[in-house]
T-cell receptor, first 114, second 112 residues
Framework: GAVVSQHPSWVICKSGTSVKIECRSL??????MFWYRQFPKQSLMLMAT?????????EQGVEKDKFLINHASLTLSTLTVTSAHPEDSSFYIC??????????FGPGTRLTVT | DAKTTQPPSMDCAEGRAANLPCNHS???????VYWYRQIHSQGPQYIIH???NNETNEMASLIITEDRKSSTLILPHATLRDTAVYYC?????????????FGKGTKLSVIP
């Protein structure tokens, strides 16, 4: 199946700093990518839809100025967590659809804010 | 997307078939049934999908009732590596309609 990668796989940052997470579709192009967040022992929650060449669409309750999304090419979307705080510590996962049915997920990025 | 209901957890003996049920009584006619699974600390993995007919691939079989209000995912010979949280999701398909809404899923534990 198709491959989606994320970088870094884990990151620790200090409170108040920003951190960028990359999501790449390695063997296919994706005009749309999705960003999810997963807290411990909870399910995935969709944060935003990343659209190549246009603004991202954020889910209700997700601060667009805090979670900056850039989808600059057909294979790369980035999520920047600005002014991170401990409550932003979570598992961030991206996904990209390939074809009309299947969606491929990255391995996730574990963010810890100290 | 329509809501789904799944048992929170199930056990299955290694080598036996694992049958994971899902209720989706409010599914609409153009919504598909998707199954994904998430092994601990990894991203979800696509398993199978279907609309009306039963489907089978190298990973699993999907049985959808005639009224489409419920379905069962079957792992024919469960292994320890199949221990994961399994998510049943109903969603529109086609360009621009890929949003997946994850419920709580079923935590399947395969027992040696």
């Amino acid at each position: 199946g198709a491959v989606v990668s994320q970088h870094p796989s884990w990151v620790i940052c200090k409170s108040g700093t920003s951190v960028k997470i990359e999501c790449r579709s390695l063997d296919f192009q994706a005009t749309t990518m999705f960003w999810y967040r997963q807290f411990p022992k909870q399910s995935l929650m969709l944060m935003a839809t990343s659209n190549e060449g246009s603004k991202a669409t954020y889910e209700q309750g997700v601060e667009k100025d805090k979670f900056l999304i850039n989808h600059a090419s057909l294979t790369l979307s980035t999520l920047t967590v600005t002014s991170a705080h401990p409550e932003d510590s979570s598992f961030y996962i991206c996904s990209a659809p390939q074809g009309p049915y299947e969606q491929y997920f990255g391995p996730g990025t574990r963010l810890t804010v100290t | 997307d329509a809501k789904t209901t799944q048992p929170p957890s199930m056990d299955c003996a290694e080598g036996r078939a694992a049958n994971l049920p899902c209720n989706h009584s409010t599914i609409s006619g153009n919504e598909y049934v998707y199954w994904y699974r998430q092994i601990h600390s990894q991203g979800p993995q696509y398993i199978i999908h279907g609309l009306k007919n039963n489907e089978t691939n190298e990973m699993a079989s999907l049985i959808i009732t005639e009224d489409r209000k419920s379905s069962t995912l079957i792992l024919p010979h469960a292994t320890l590596r199949d221990t994961a949280v399994y998510y049943c999701i109903v969603s529109l398909s086609g360009a621009g309609s890929y949003q997946l809404t994850f419920g709580k899923g079923t935590k399947l534990s395969v027992i040696p």
